[in-house]
């Protein structure tokens, strides 16, 4: 079955940090760039980072820049998204996102195909 | 960043009416990389539309998308009691990728 599954998310003082994880099934990793997207709860949708096929690209939002690292282990199929310095609004669902590539050019769009269930970060002391 | 607007916040209908979802970009979307997607209450996001007017793997023939440069649309034709939802534009031209704050869908 083609499936993203999050997990690491739960409660951690401001100022803390945290370490998503991303597992990835049913398809070729390695052959597409992912993303994080996040979404405070009651509010609409974030997108918060991406990153390369290979990860040797990244891409950050300005709210999360110097804050956040994305990363990937294509031999284990599992994104990361390392968060340091938390703050309150960094509250929200955390989606882990797939973008597909095109077809003829191999290059990536980014948009989201298939998304996990999410998991939930609150910062809270 | 390119900022996207969606209208209206609300959209108060019946099954079976037709409904027309407007996303305003504050710049050219470049080569018309917009998304549409749905989402119900405790579920994640669903695509429905990319590149502007291509629809998803298994998003029925209802969904419709149209547009260019600054001015999007995602029409319904005929809403199903499983279309009631919240929808989402998503711009991804150009970094940072951002969505539109979102157009709910609800029963009248």
């Known amino acids: 079955e083609v499936q993203l599954v999050e997990s690491g998310g739960g409660l951690v003082q401001p100022g803390g940090s945290l370490r998503l994880s991303c597992a990835a099934s049913?398809?070729?990793?390695?052959?597409?760039?992912m993303n994080w997207v996040r979404q405070a709860p009651g509010k609409g949708l974030e997108w918060v980072s991406g990153?390369?096929?290979?990860?040797?690209?990244?891409y950050y939002a300005d709210s999360v820049k110097g804050r956040f690292t994305i990363s990937r282990d294509n031999s284990k199929n599992t994104l990361y998204l390392q968060m340091n310095s938390l703050r309150a609004e960094d509250t929200a669902v955390y989606y882990c996102?797939?973008?597909?590539?095109?077809?003829?050019?191999?290059?990536?769009?980014?948009?989201?195909?298939?998304w996990g269930r999410g998991t939930l970060v609150t910062v809270s002391s | 960043e390119i900022v996207l607007t969606q209208s209206p916040g609300t959209l108060s209908l019946s099954p079976g009416e037709r409904a027309t979802l407007s996303c305003r970009a504050s710049?050219?979307?470049?080569?018309?990389?917009l998304a549409w997607y749905q989402q119900k209450p405790g579920q994640a996001p669903r695509l429905l539309i990319y590149?502007?007017?291509s629809r998803a793997t298994g998003i029925p023939d209802r969904f419709t998308g149209s547009g260019s440069g600054t001015d999007f649309t995602l029409t319904i034709s005929r809403l199903g009691p499983e279309d009631f939802a919240v929808y989402y534009c998503?711009?991804?031209?150009?970094?940072?990728?951002?969505f539109g704050p979102g157009t709910k869908v609800d029963i009248k």
């Open positions: 049913g398809f070729t990793f390695g052959t597409y760039a």
């Open positions: 990153i390369s096929r290979s990860g040797a690209d990244t």
């Open positions: 710049q050219s979307v470049s080569s018309s990389y």
């Open positions: 998503q711009q991804y031209g150009r970094t940072p990728f951002t």
């Open positions: 590149g502007a007017s």
């Open positions: 996102a797939k973008s597909p590539r095109d077809i003829l050019t191999g290059s990536s769009h980014w948009y989201f195909d298939l």
